[in-house]
Structure formats: structure tokens, C-alpha cells
């Protein structure tokens, strides 16, 4: 089965869950004012791809400050709020050292503009390497009685077909894409093949609540068989 967890990201879910304070997760200290542009963190990477624990806590850091610490795989969790402008990202394997500066694993410069509300994600690229990619979130009002949904293919996998209730929905979707549809609320089966193939199992029965964008994240790595999704869900405006 491919389909092992689904972990809810939502504030509600993250309360019930505990995803946000597992195994001594935790913030750190803001030591400038914060901005307007909503964040969300989530760590995709599975460490025994690496050859590590598969939890892989990590700190992160933005800009000069240490945002949180001992981050485990699994985690989504709201991030601080940005300032328009350029920011520098800093993922690192979680240590004690003072402000989030442990073994650097990944750095990348985002740009934020007004009016973005954003995703960042430290996950595999399709050749088995690890990337920091930065998502904007369609949280703009899908309609009466409608959700939306959005797939990311943060994975080693190549490129893949989403298919909701037996039918392709997303073609060809690659790693480190991303594309959303709004559909009426309700439950739908939803499966991933191989771009062109037959689906890998029998999928998730996923709810797609009026009034919200269900984000599917594709993780892990299909041939070590750690291949498996996240999910998120954000209140649209």
C-alpha cells in the first residue's frame, strides 16, 4: 500500500494530531516584527532516503532568525508571517547550537511579494537529490458549494497522472510542479499513476470540505517504496 498516512496541516488538525509538538518540536524566537505575507512549513523529506533516521529533525532559519527547531518528516505547520521582499531560507540538521546553525542541508533565496500566501517545502527532486521549493496557495473563493484541490509532486518519482473517481484529472505532473482544480465539496477517490500508466493501488477516499484547498503533497521515493502523501488545508478567503 502507497498510500501509508495523511497528515492534516489545518490549525484544527495540527491541535488533535500533535504533528506540531512531536518529539520536542518547537519555535524559536522572532527578533524583528513580523510582516503580512502568510507561510507554511513542511518538511517532506524522509530520512532513510538518506541513509538517516527517518524522522530527519531539522532547524530552520529565515533570514537571521532561528524560526523553529527539531522539526520532524511529516511536519506542516504555519510558519511566521514575511515582509515583502527577498528572504534567505536556511534548513539545517537540528543541534543545539544557538540560532538554528547546524549542518547546513539546504539555502535558497525566495522572493515575496503583497498578496502571496506561500507554501515552503524541503523535499526529494525526481533523481533522488533535495530541494527547498517555494508554492503560492490559491486561497481566493472557489464558489457555493465548492473545494479546491491541490496536487504537488514533491517526490523521486517521475512524472505522474492524477486520477480522481477513475479518471485523469491532473495529467503529467512533474517534480516540482503543482496545479489545483475546483470540484463540488464531497469525498473522491483519488489515485496516482505512472504518467500514462495504470494507478499504483487502490488510492484515498480524500473529503473536500466547501470553503477550502486541500493540498496533497507527494513525498518520499517510489523504488525505496517511502513514496506517500501529506496533506494540508487552508480556509479560502
Given at each position: 500500500?502507497?498510500?501509508?498516512?495523511?497528515?492534516?496541516?489545518?490549525?484544527?488538525?495540527?491541535?488533535?494530531?500533535?504533528?506540531?509538538?512531536?518529539?520536542?518540536?518547537?519555535?524559536?524566537?522572532?527578533?524583528?516584527?513580523?510582516?503580512?505575507?502568510?507561510?507554511?512549513?513542511?518538511?517532506?523529506?524522509?530520512?532513510?532516503?538518506?541513509?538517516?533516521?527517518?524522522?530527519?529533525?531539522?532547524?530552520?532559519?529565515?533570514?537571521?532568525?532561528?524560526?523553529?527547531?527539531?522539526?520532524?518528516?511529516?511536519?506542516?505547520?504555519?510558519?511566521?508571517?514575511?515582509?515583502?521582499?527577498?528572504?534567505?531560507?536556511?534548513?539545517?540538521?537540528?543541534?543545539?547550537?544557538?540560532?538554528?546553525?547546524?549542518?547546513?542541508?539546504?539555502?535558497?533565496?525566495?522572493?515575496?511579494n503583497f498578496g502571496d500566501n506561500l507554501s515552503l517545502v524541503a523535499h526529494q527532486t525526481d533523481d533522488g537529490g533535495i530541494r527547498l521549493s517555494k508554492f503560492t496557495n490559491d486561497v481566493r473563493?472557489?464558489?457555493?458549494?465548492?473545494?479546491?484541490?491541490?496536487?504537488?509532486?514533491?517526490?523521486?518519482?517521475?512524472?505522474?497522472?492524477?486520477?480522481?473517481?477513475?479518471?485523469?484529472?491532473?495529467?503529467?505532473?512533474?517534480?516540482?510542479?503543482?496545479?489545483?482544480?475546483?470540484?463540488?465539496?464531497?469525498?473522491?477517490?483519488?489515485?496516482?499513476?505512472?504518467?500514462?500508466?495504470?494507478?499504483?493501488?487502490?488510492?484515498?477516499?480524500?473529503?473536500?470540505?466547501?470553503?477550502?484547498?486541500?493540498?496533497?503533497?507527494?513525498?518520499?521515493?517510489?523504488?525505496?517504496?517511502?513514496?506517500?502523501?501529506?496533506?494540508?488545508?487552508?480556509?479560502?478567503?
Amino acid at each position: 500500500m502507497f498510500f501509508k498516512q495523511i497528515v492534516l496541516g489545518s490549525s484544527l488538525a495540527l491541535a488533535l494530531s500533535g504533528v506540531a509538538v512531536a518529539d520536542g518540536w518547537k519555535w524559536g524566537h522572532f527578533k524583528s516584527k513580523p510582516g503580512s505575507i502568510p507561510t507554511r512549513l513542511v518538511h517532506g523529506i524522509d530520512g532513510t532516503d538518506l541513509g538517516l533516521n527517518q524522522a530527519l529533525p531539522v532547524d530552520i532559519r529565515i533570514g537571521h532568525r532561528c524560526i523553529a527547531r527539531k522539526v520532524p518528516f511529516g511536519t506542516i505547520a504555519e510558519g511566521p508571517k514575511l515582509k515583502p521582499g527577498t528572504h534567505r531560507v536556511r534548513v539545517s540538521l537540528a543541534s543545539n547550537r544557538k540560532g538554528c546553525r547546524g549542518t547546513l542541508v539546504l539555502s535558497q533565496t525566495i522572493d515575496v511579494n503583497f498578496g502571496d500566501n506561500l507554501s515552503l517545502v524541503a523535499h526529494q527532486t525526481d533523481d533522488g537529490g533535495i530541494r527547498l521549493s517555494k508554492f503560492t496557495n490559491d486561497v481566493r473563493d472557489a464558489g457555493v458549494g465548492n473545494a479546491r484541490v491541490t496536487v504537488r509532486h514533491t517526490a523521486d518519482a517521475p512524472a505522474v497522472d492524477i486520477l480522481v473517481e477513475g479518471g485523469v484529472a491532473i495529467p503529467g505532473l512533474a517534480n516540482p510542479q503543482s496545479s489545483k482544480l475546483d470540484v463540488p465539496a464531497n469525498t473522491y477517490n483519488v489515485q496516482i499513476a505512472p504518467a500514462g500508466g495504470a494507478p499504483l493501488d487502490a488510492g484515498v477516499d480524500l473529503p473536500l470540505p466547501e470553503g477550502a484547498n486541500t493540498i496533497v503533497y507527494a513525498v518520499g521515493s517510489l523504488n525505496s517504496g517511502s513514496f506517500d502523501l501529506l496533506v494540508d488545508q487552508l480556509p479560502l478567503n
